[in-house]
């Protein structure tokens, strides 16, 4: 199983055109369990965002036949070690270790029909206790569609995969005693404590 990370999402973000960073299931948090800071010095900042399965073998998808390779959609938190990954930047260094450490990417246990996230109202909100961002999937640069169809351009897309596209950031970091929630609509898809 892989976990293809789309970077370059949100529209903020610099460049025309997606950038994949492929995640090993090692990182997988599942089932609302707490996350662990792994180094108190470090900070790591949090990204929510839409998460989607494959359930079809692809490569080569063209963007308006990929809809039919997932039919289900949720939500992903994703805990980066972001002064590693300055430090690696800076070195010139993979940064990897930063990203995609031992259970560093929380995904919800819960999906959604892809179909109710089709309307433009559509929004997915990122809660950290008592503060939250939300973003309507409009918004983003570049559609799941157009993530999936980019992907499988390099990767032979299987059953079981999973394709997150991050949109929302707590750029200031967690603590320890957070709660973190990623929300579908106001419907609750996944809750993360910090520890």
Known sequence: MKIIVVENSPASSPGEMPSLVVYPDSCLLRNNDPFFIPDLQRKVVARAGLLVKIDKI?????????????????????????????TLKAMGYNTGPA??????????????????????????TFKVNNAEISMRLSSLKFSIEKALSFASDFF???????????????????TQGDVIDGVINENLLIRCQVK
């Open 156 to 174: 032979t897309l299987k059953i079981g995969d999973l394709l997150f596209v991050p949109a929302l950031s707590l750029d200031k970091g967690v």
């Open 58 to 86: 692809g490569k080569h998808i063209a963007p308006e036949f990929a809809s039919r390779y997932y039919s289900q959609a949720g939500m992903a938190i994703d805990f980066v070690q972001y002064d590693f990954e300055q």
């Open 99 to 124: 990203l995609y450490f031992d259970r560093s990417f929380a995904v919800s246990n819960d999906f959604i029909d892809k179909d109710r996230i089709d309307s433009p109202h559509f929004t997915f």
